[in-house]
């Protein structure tokens, strides 16, 4: 168990700094440009990813390690908890805004799955048993 969750940290962390990277080499891209600030906001919320999503993922996701730990893990304070979850939410939303922004006629069903159905198990993968 301890492996598994040690996987999807580094595993999570990876991916999000990358898609962090990604997204700040495609912002000063545009920036020079010619974009304005406000385009790069309204280019990051609609193509990459929502900040309010990443923070409904990680707000899932501890609810997910809380309650594995309410049911017989160790709860882990919030300093341990948001660091692992917030790559975690800067993956989902990204998932979320690229398969939405293709095929809009399921959106709900995706964003259901992607950002509630995943981070509720992968929280509580995270809690230490």
């Known amino acids: 168990m301890e492996l598994a969750a040690a996987v999807l940290r580094w595993g999570?962390?990876?991916?999000?700094?990358?898609?962090?990277?990604?997204?700040?080499?495609?912002?000063?891209?545009?920036?020079?440009?010619?974009?304005?600030?406000v385009e790069l906001a309204e280019l990051m919320e609609r193509e990459?990813?929502?900040?309010?999503?990443?923070?409904?993922?990680?707000?899932?996701?501890?609810v997910g390690s809380w309650s594995a730990a309410y049911v017989g893990g160790t709860r882990s304070g919030l300093q341990e908890t948001v660091?692992?979850?917030?790559p975690l939410g800067v993956v989902a939303t990204f998932v979320v805004c690229s398969l939405t922004k293709r095929?809009?006629?399921n959106s709900l069903q995706i964003k259901v799955?992607?950002?509630l159905a995943a981070p509720l198990p992968i929280g509580a993968v995270m809690t230490g048993w």
């Open 113 to 115: 799955l992607v950002l």
């Open 12 to 37: 999570f962390f990876g991916v999000g700094s990358v898609l962090l990277m990604a997204f700040v080499i495609t912002a000063a891209r545009q920036r020079r440009a010619g974009a304005s600030f």
């Open 103 to 105: 095929d809009s006629s």
């Open 48 to 62: 990459w990813f929502s900040a309010g999503k990443v923070f409904f993922t990680v707000l899932v996701g501890i």
């Open 83 to 86: 660091p692992i979850l917030f």
